[in-house]
Nanobody
Framework: VQLQASGGGEVQSGYSLRVSCTASAFIVSKVEMGWFRQAPGKEREFVAAVSRSGGTTYYADSVKGRFTVSRDNARNVVYLQMNSLKPEDTAVYYC????????????????WGQGTQVTVSS
């Protein structure tokens, strides 16, 4: 199982970015997926998660109303649309496959992709 996050970059505060997660060796539509992020010197934290159908989503309070997680099962891709970005959103963003337990906890995910860097300047 290989996951690859892409689409990161550097933007100014208030701008938007969309990061994507693609997978090989399995069908994304069969699993629930999550996004996490890790800033320098900080622990990895939950950002968002999405059900298999895309009908149910979960968000960290810090991104609620600004970020939207979605999926295109036909294309085997999961997205994280990030609007109104703030400097505190600067981090490496990771996608992961949900296994069991709390959606908000990283041990609940059993496959992780390489992250993509998002940098927001003020």
């Amino acid at each position: 199982v290989q996951l690859q996050a892409s689409g990161g970059g550097e933007v100014q505060s208030g701008y938007s970015l969309r990061v994507s997660c693609t997978a090989s060796a399995f069908i994304v539509s069969k699993v629930e997926m999550g996004w996490f992020r890790q800033a320098p010197g900080k622990e990895r934290e939950f950002v968002a998660a999405v059900s298999r159908s895309g009908g149910t989503t979960y968000y960290a309070d810090s991104v609620k109303g600004r970020f939207t997680v979605s999926r295109d099962n036909a294309r085997n891709v999961v997205y994280l649309q990030m609007n109104s970005l703030k400097p505190e959103d600067t981090a490496v963003y990771y996608c992961a496959v949900y296994n069991s337990g709390s959606y908000y906890s990283s041990p609940s995910y059993n496959y992780w992709g390489q992250g993509t860097q998002v940098t927001v300047s003020s």
